[in-house]
T-cell receptor, first 110, second 115 residues
Framework: DAKTTQPTSMDCAEGRAANLPCNHS???????VYWYRQIHSQGPQYIIH???NNETNEMASLIITEDRKSSTLILPHATLRDTAVYYC???????????FGTGTRLKVLA | EPEVTQTPSHQVTQMGQEVILRCVPI?????FYWYRQILGQKVEFLVS????????KSEIFDDQFSVERPDGSNFTLKIRSTKLEDSAMYFC?????????????FGPGTRLLVL
């Protein structure tokens, strides 16, 4: 089973920040949090990952709580093209496989 | 920017036929994966491959499935005798081999339809 839980769906107004939460209360100290998204049935697209510090790249920011039990992906200025299913993944310790949950279906509204 | 490519994009086959799905991972990546996604369902791990052998596989990856890296660039998934329930999107992914290169990069997928 996935080690993360996410809300099933969220809406966001175009141009506003989209904040997508994820709970990973059983995460181990050396496990990274990864975020991917899937637009329609395309291949999952890597967004960002982090261990314990907050991270930012050209696509998004990742805020990880101090206890590492949850994180938030922030899309600072959502566009219609950001409508997708967003997956928060914690890789199973000792393996390299990803266990995908059901993700959050983000709909960006015009 | 380097990317994972997959061919064909769509494949239609008759039940019982063999299919081979092809992937070209990112150059100099060392870890390779296949995942599948049945329509409307979650992305599921099938198999991981490193150093010319399977390093991990799921319960889905039974004797009907096999993987191969026939040359220095291709990575293939073979389904020996397809079943209706094999209809799905199949995604290939690859990952670098250096410490810190933990991120998997996915290809666009092959949509397999078994009739």
């Amino acid at each position: 089973d996935a080690k993360t839980t996410q809300p099933t769906s969220m809406d966001c107004a175009e141009g506003r920040a989209a904040n997508l939460p994820c709970n990973h209360s059983t995460i181990s100290g050396n496990e990274y949090v990864y975020w991917y998204r899937q637009i329609h049935s395309q291949g999952p697209q890597y967004i960002i990952h982090g261990l314990k510090n907050n991270e930012t790249n050209e696509m998004a920011s990742l805020i990880i709580t101090e206890d590492r039990k949850s994180s938030t992906l922030i899309l600072p200025h959502a566009t219609l093209r950001d409508t997708a299913v967003y997956y928060c993944i914690v890789r199973v310790s000792g393996t390299y496989k990803y266990i995908f949950g059901t993700g959050t279906r983000l709909k960006v509204l015009a | 920017e380097p990317e994972v490519t997959q061919t064909p994009s769509h494949q239609v086959t008759q039940m019982g036929q063999e299919v081979i799905l092809r992937c070209v991972p990112i150059s100099n990546h060392l870890y390779f994966y296949w995942y599948r996604q049945i329509l409307g369902q979650k992305v599921e791990f099938l198999v991981s491959f490193y150093n010319n052998e399977i390093s991990e596989k799921s319960e889905i990856f039974d004797d009907q499935f096999s993987v191969e890296r026939p040359d220095g660039s291709n990575f293939t998934l073979k389904i020996r005798s397809t079943k209706l329930e094999d209809s799905a999107m199949y995604f290939c992914a690859s990952k670098g081999g250096l410490q810190g290169q933990e991120t998997q990069y996915f290809g666009p997928g092959t949509r397999l339809l078994v009739l």
